[in-house]
């Protein structure tokens, strides 16, 4: 069986791999069609085996840990491309392969009629191939392989239209943040080969009792000592704050929206941003053992779950509202992970993947009708015109505001109780954060809903004669993402979050039973019934409701109204336009900065000090010396006798006294 | 029936005689026949690295192929070659790096043909000679006739400013070397001996052992070359032809670690262990600073010799590190990695700067410039040319899946044995590595078409699409499959490792 499941996993992984390099190779003698078919027809072939995989794995009960072949053997240390399938594994296999298949559909219709469509194909498989060898690595290097991977196709990916300066700009930006967070992720990576001996997933995890009870320390800072799990754990924080676009490095993620929308679908929203969750929940028997490290993915989810959600509010762009969505919601995930209830976690990552790919390729959707329009404030009064995508919208933006039954008020309301539940350090300040961002949730996306489906049609009369609903290549998916934006959470809280028998986790998430948040949330749940009649009782739902309510004042009822509340509350206003002002602080200190340090470098130390100086200046004293030698030889015979003199005398001078 | 030939004596003489031979087709009347000529020797000389191949034996480290008779007997020179898992595969590096180069040349240089193709091949051959040679005397006469050659190659084909950088390579690279020479002679005083091999043996006191060290270090970090004495490359590859620059990146600078490895670390290894901070902190300035000043570049040539420096800050990093890392743990087998990731990313750094220094040769070939400004949307023009630069780029980066990840990341992954601190700095070049590499590469492909000269730009000739592709395919298998290069190197390095680290004081 463990041969099978590799093998399976083998042809799932790489499937995709071969459909990226036929197009990617030949993207000039290959028709589209062809492209569609090959990419299509692999990918309906992974997902279909992750089905397969996941009936063996979650329902069947077999794992599999095999090693594909050895990378790099040196010393003693030994570096493997092997994959690891276990439940956690097989729920990342299924949500990808899931929402890469729509993409893939989707973007027939989206990117119909552009000239590097073939390319565009190949990309997207491509970053699937890299997606699965993250989820499927039983390794850190095929993790990094992964990470890297997928980081090299998003940047390809936003500046996919490379004539655009600003898609050239936001994919340089993503590339070089994302890289700051690997530089994080790659210290993680060498202590935790200096200190485990080893890169392999299943040792890792099995010395890491043994290394926390011994509390082994580190010095960093001479005379200070500092428990390596700790070290350890935050610099794979960091990792996952690159690319789970985590505050202060989530900078890049808005900046993304310059690539395709399929793409901010596909990447950007569903897949690649959540690697860092994943990744955290992968280490959690690393990650559990570390205070400290918790308490900083509490804060820092937190604080990204209610601060980038607020900014969303003032995006007049349809994209870059639901963007800062994004942004918000991973806030939540990782605010998830540091209560330690990382099955709420994934459980909020498998909803988010299907209701926000399901906003996005609903948003554009709405581009397309728009002809590539994506300011809000030049639409208004679409639902007339484009029932379906207007529809999947709103069960979209439902599920995302967490409200009963929908797939996000299950997963969300979770995590809003793991965290109140939670004793760490820095809760407190957490769920109120998160219990905030449900409000703030409601007001963003269902501002963005109003402006864009109700009220007056704002564009052009040209434009108003042209629209229509979209094809079934886009809608298609549309109804399709909204099948799981609906169901997936009722069906699934129960074996995931708390499992009594059957579940969907089982032993690949590790917590220590002192931080089991979800095991006493469990004794509290009875059925999902249950739940969504005692949600009207709680905060969260009441603070939902009223920012969707809130919403319909202002944007439906008194459409005058939002400009009074900027009027009143400037400065507000502004700071959230300013987005905080990273964006500024970047540019003008780190970039610019930068960029002044690196000139200088150039100019003062290397060219004017180390070359002319010394190198140059060297020849240059070689030359006077030597020109004054020539002076010394003039070839008059009085010169030499006359210095024969001067020296005889010196001589004898010298001699006598 | 190869087994008994003299391999290495015929890869060092085919390419010169071969080389000479060239040059005696004449003008560029006869520019076909060198060409032609150039590719035969070539080939003849990669053919030649099959057997070289096939019959190493990779389980031991003793010197294999070997040849030893007496040259001027009365000093006690020999003419005494052999390999082993650290010099073998920098030969084939020379073969195949020649091999591209004559096939790159093939349309682009017009002038000069035969002496063109004659530099090449005579400093392929004298290239090899510094690789397989076991005496110190040969090796020196090799290390400083291979300057010739490279001298003229950048003063008759090169750029603007050829003069000047071709006097200042000269004099730097030959400053240098003078110092190693009066080392050899007072080791051969002690040992009795030029023999490289004799010289592992030598008894030496900690003064004497500096003394070398210093002299060694003069020679070899200017080859290099190591922060401070670095000033002299960019100004070499600038002005070198694409040939050029892609010699001195991926072979010429590889002898100063090679010396390293041959010489200082196993002869004065004591000198190694007291120097060893000297030694780790330059290497980490040319990884950081280095970095930093080629952000400021507007050249792109220049840009990538900086670059080029900073990854040699690698190299050194990782051979140096060897000692580091056995005071800390007391383990032999604890500092394999890091020597070991020093060398993949000595012969790594060959295949993607050198795809890079190619790729600018076809763009300056089209429109005359080297500067980054005058260029822009160079991928709606080029795009199969601009996916080819991409690649070598991310391995430039160290994109894991490239060649030019798998050093960087022995190395570092090694550097935490040694030190947090030392760690913590070699990996600031994943920050800084893609921050000069993606800001050039997105200033020069990308964006709208930028003037005319990229409006009208020819697409590859066919010669500079093979030599392109043949780099990426070696870029992406040493990537994917280092192994297959590591597993040569284990058994020397075993032995380098041994003797490196065993205290040579009276």
């Not at chain 1, 599920?399 to 996000?408: C, H, K, M, T």
Request: with cysteine; glycine share 8%; proline share 3%.
């Amino acid at each position: 069986m463990d041969n099978l499941i590799h093998n399976i996993t083998l042809v799932i992984v790489f499937a995709p791999l071969v459909g990226a390099l036929s197009t990617g190779l030949f993207c000039r003698k290959i028709s589209k069609g062809l492209t569609f078919a090959i990419t299509i027809g692999l990918m309906t072939l992974a997902f279909g085996l992750s089905v397969y995989l996941a009936k063996l794995v979650i329902f069947d009960g077999y794992t599999s840990n095999e090693i594909v072949y050895t990378w790099v053997k040196s010393g003693t240390f030994q570096f493997n491309v092997g994959f690891l399938v276990d439940k956690l594994t097989v729920l990342m296999l299924l949500t990808v392969n899931f929402v890469s298949l729509m993409v893939h559909v989707y973007s027939i219709g989206y990117m119909e009629g552009d000239k590097g469509i073939v390319r565009f194909f190949s990309y997207i498989s491509g970053f699937t191939f890299a997606m699965l060898m993250l989820v499927t690595a039983n390794n850190f290097f095929q993790l990094f392989f992964g990470w890297e991977g997928v980081g090299l196709v998003s940047y390809l990916l936003i500046g996919f239209w490379f004539n655009r300066p600003t898609a050239n700009f936001g994919s340089l930006k993503a590339f070089v943040v994302n890289r700051v967070g690997d530089f994080g992720f790659i210290l993680a990576i060498a202590a935790i080969l200096n200190y485990f001996g080893t890169i392999d997933y299943a040792q890792v995890f099995a010395l890491a009792p043994q290394m926390a009870a011994n509390n082994v320390t580190m010095s960093i800072i001479g005379g200070t000592h500092s428990s390596v799990i700790s070290v350890i754990g935050i610099l794979l924080l960091i990792g996952a704050m690159g690319k789970s676009a985590q505050v202060p490095l989530h900078v890049w993620l808005p900046e993304s929206m310059e690539g395709p929308t399929p793409i901010s679908a596909l990447i950007h929203a569903a897949t690649m941003v959540t690697a860092g969750i994943f990744m955290i929940c992968r280490m959690s028997p690393i990650i559990e053992y570390s205070q400290v490290t918790l308490s900083l993915i509490l804060v820092i989810g937190a604080t990204g779950a209610l601060f980038t959600g607020l900014v969303g509010i003032v995006q007049h762009d349809i994209k870059r509202v639901v963007a800062y969505s994004t942004l918000s919601q991973l806030g939540y995930m990782m605010a998830a992970l540091g209560a330690s209830a990382y099955a709420a976690g994934m459980f909020h990552l498998m909803t988010h993947a299907a209701f926000k790919a399901l906003l996005f390729l609903a948003a554009g959707s709405v581009i397309i009708a728009m002809h590539h329009e994506q300011d809000m404030r030049n639409m208004g009064g679409l639902r007339k015109y484009m029932p379906i995508t207007y529809i999947t919208f709103l069960i979209g933006a439902l599920s995302l505001a967490a409200i009963p039954p929908f797939a996000g008020f299950f997963s969300k309301d979770a995590i809003i109780e793991a965290v109140k539940t939670a004793t760490i350090a820095g809760s407190d300040y957490a769920y109120i954060c998160v219990l905030i961002g449900s409000f703030v949730t409601a007001t963003y996306i269902f501002r963005a809903f109003f402006l864009t489906f109700h009220g007056k049609e704002r564009m052009s009369d040209k434009l108003k004669q042209q629209l229509h609903e979209t094809k079934f290549v886009v809608t298609g998916p549309l109804m399709a993402l909204a099948i799981p934006a609906i169901f997936l959470g009722m069906l699934i809280i129960k074996p995931i979050l708390y499992p009594n028998g059957f579940s969907l986790l089982g032993k690949s998430i590790f917590v220590l039973p002192q931080h089991n948040v979800l095991a006493s949330m469990g004794e509290e749940f009875h059925g999902v019934l249950a739940m969504v009649n005692h949600s009207v009782q709680t905060l969260p739902f009441w603070f939902a409701v009223s920012g969707i309510f809130v919403t319909w004042l202002c944007y439906n009822r008194f459409p005058e109204l939002p400009a009074k509340i900027v009027k009143r509350f400037g400065i507000f206003y502004n700071i959230l336009v300013m987005k905080y002002g990273f964006d500024d602080f970047n540019q003008i200190v780190i970039v610019r900065g930068g960029h002044r340090v690196a000139q200088w470098l150039y100019q003062v130390t290397d060219s004017e000090f180390i070359d002319d100086t010394f190198v140059n200046g060297s020849g240059r004293v070689v030359n006077a010396v030597s020109i004054a030698m020539r002076q010394l030889q003039s070839g008059y015979l009085y010169h030499y006798a006359f210095a024969m003199i001067v020296g005889l005398v010196a001589f004898l001078v010298w001699l006598i006294f | 029936m190869l087994t008994n030939a003299p391999l290495l004596s015929l890869l060092i003489w085919v390419p010169i005689v071969g080389g000479a031979l060239c040059l005696l087709t004449g003008g560029d009347d006869n520019a076909s026949r060198a060409r032609v000529l150039a590719l035969i020797v070539s080939l003849v000389a990669l053919a030649l690295c099959v057997p070289l191949y096939l019959g190493f034996d990779m389980n031991t480290f003793k010197m294999q192929f070997s040849e030893n008779i007496p040259w001027i007997a009365r000093y006690g020179i020999y003419y005494h070659l052999g390999v082993d898992g650290i010099s073998m595969p920098m030969i084939i590096l020379s073969t195949f790096t020649t091999f591209v180069v004559v096939v790159a040349a093939w349309n682009a240089i017009k002038t000069n043909v035969s002496q063109y193709m004659a530099a090449f091949l005579i400093m392929q051959g004298m290239m090899i000679g510094v690789f397989a040679s076991l005496d110190s005397i040969l090796f020196y006469v090799f290390w400083e006739g291979m300057l010739i050659p490279m001298y003229l190659c950048i003063g008759m084909w090169g750029g603007a400013n050829r003069t000047y950088a071709s006097i200042k390579f000269f004099l730097y690279t030959f400053l240098g070397s003078a110092l190693m020479l009066v080392a050899i002679l007072y080791m051969r005083y002690h040992a009795g001996s030029f023999g490289i091999l004799d010289f592992y043996h030598l008894k030496l006191s900690m003064s004497e052992q500096i003394l070398i060290f210093i002299a060694f270090l003069f020679a070899f970090a200017v080859k290099v070359p190591m922060w401070p004495v670095h000033t002299w490359l960019p100004d070499a590859h600038t002005e070198a032809p694409a040939g050029g620059s892609v010699v001195l990146a991926a072979l010429m600078l590889k002898m100063g670690i090679y010396g390293f490895l041959r010489f200082s670390m196993p002869i004065v290894p004591d000198a190694c262990q007291h120097l060893v901070w000297l030694m780790i902190i330059l290497s980490l300035i040319a990884i950081v600073y280095i970095a930093m000043v080629a952000i400021a570049q507007t050249d792109m040539k220049r840009l990538i010799a900086y670059s080029s420096i900073a990854h040699m800050g690698f190299a050194t990093l990782g051979c140096f590190m060897i000692y580091l890392i056995i005071a800390k743990t007391g383990n032999h087998r604890d500092a394999y990695m890091s020597l070991e990731g020093s060398m993949m990313q000595m012969i790594s750094h060959a295949f993607s700067t050198g795809g890079m220094f190619f790729s600018v040769g076809i763009l300056y070939d089209r429109l005359h410039s080297r500067m980054i400004k005058d260029y822009g949307g160079v991928a709606h023009k080029m795009p199969i040319f601009a996916a080819l630069f991409m690649l070598f780029a991310m391995s430039n980066v160290a994109l894991p899946g490239t060649s030019g990840f798998v050093g960087e990341f022995m190395v570092v992954l090694s550097a935490f044995k040694a030190s947090f601190w030392v760690t913590f700095f070699a990996a600031t070049t994943l920050v800084l590595g893609a921050i000069y590499t993606l800001w050039m590469y997105k200033r020069v492909f990308y964006g709208p078409v930028a003037s005319d000269g990229v409006a009208n730009l020819r697409k590859m000739y066919p010669s500079e699409a093979i030599v392109l592709v043949l780099l990426g395919f070696i870029v992406i298998f040493f990537g994917v499959y280092p192994d297959a290069l590591l597993n040569v190197f284990h058994a020397s390095v075993g032995h380098l490792l041994k003797i490196s680290l065993q205290t040579k004081l009276v």
